[in-house]
């Protein structure tokens, strides 16, 4: 089974701190997504990335980065947390270009 | 603009119930259409349509995907309370043609 990993269920930060939030599959899929979740808003993309080193903007990039240093990991950074990024964080990684996407089991983030 | 929209963006029913979730998509070299389940974790996937007319079926889920129109359907027979959850499509949009962007969900509610 392919196992998508976060590394935090919840988090609690305070306004202007740096966040780090991690993911690791261990399928070697090539593609690796981050999403935020808010009510009425579904799943919005933030970045992707489909090789390692490589990276494209999403939907909503404002307020983040990310890093893919290997295959198996991506990283979601906020570089100065804000309230308005409260919010569940779904990872997910995908085989190939228009395969199925698997997702962790996403990080509630509160910023206070 | 590459996008997808579903329709309700809520729906409670009674268990016993049949229901049809709807999944329009205006996508530039279209390639497939994906469903998710999402109760109150991560998504899970449950199709990936990409023929037009042929039905893929899992238990009571049924989902066909019409090329013509632009649209997907999932039906749901004989519904019991363990189907509340939220009902996410998703479509690779092109472009750089990795990005998985979902549409805003349809909540199912079924009551006892």
């Known amino acids: 089974d392919v196992k998508v990993t976060q590394s935090s269920r919840y988090l609690v930060k305070r306004t202007g701190e740096k966040v780090f939030l991690e993911c690791v599959q261990d399928m070697d899929h090539e593609n690796m997504f981050w999403y935020r979740q808010d009510p009425g808003l579904g799943l919005r993309l933030i970045y992707f990335?489909?090789?390692?080193?490589?990276?494209e903007k999403g939907d909503i990039p404002e307020g983040y980065s990310v890093s893919r240093e290997k295959k198996e990991r991506f990283s979601l950074i906020l570089e100065s947390a804000s309230t308005n990024q409260t919010s569940m964080y779904l990872c997910?990684?995908?085989?190939?270009?228009?395969?199925?996407?698997?997702f962790g089991q996403g990080t509630r983030l509160t910023v206070v | 603009e590459d996008k997808v929209v579903q329709s309700p963006l809520s729906l409670v029913v009674h268990e016993g119930d049949t229901v049809t979730l709807n999944c329009s998509y205006e996508?530039?070299?279209?390639?497939?259409l994906l469903w998710y389940k999402q109760e109150k974790k991560a998504p899970t996937f449950l199709f990936m349509l990409t023929s037009s007319g042929i039905e893929k079926k899992s238990g009571r889920l049924s989902s066909i995907l019409d090329k013509k129109e632009l649209f997907s359907i999932l039906n749901i027979t004989a519904t019991q309370t363990g189907d509340s959850a939220v009902y996410l499509c998703?479509?690779?949009?092109?472009?750089?043609?990795?990005?998985?962007?979902f549409g805003s969900g349809t909540q199912l509610t079924v009551l006892p």
């Open positions: 998703a479509a690779p949009f092109s472009g750089s043609a990795r990005q998985l962007t």
């Open positions: 990335s489909y090789d390692v080193k490589m990276k």
């Open positions: 996508v530039t070299n279209f390639r497939s």
């Open positions: 997910a990684s995908s085989l190939g270009r228009y395969t199925e996407a698997f």
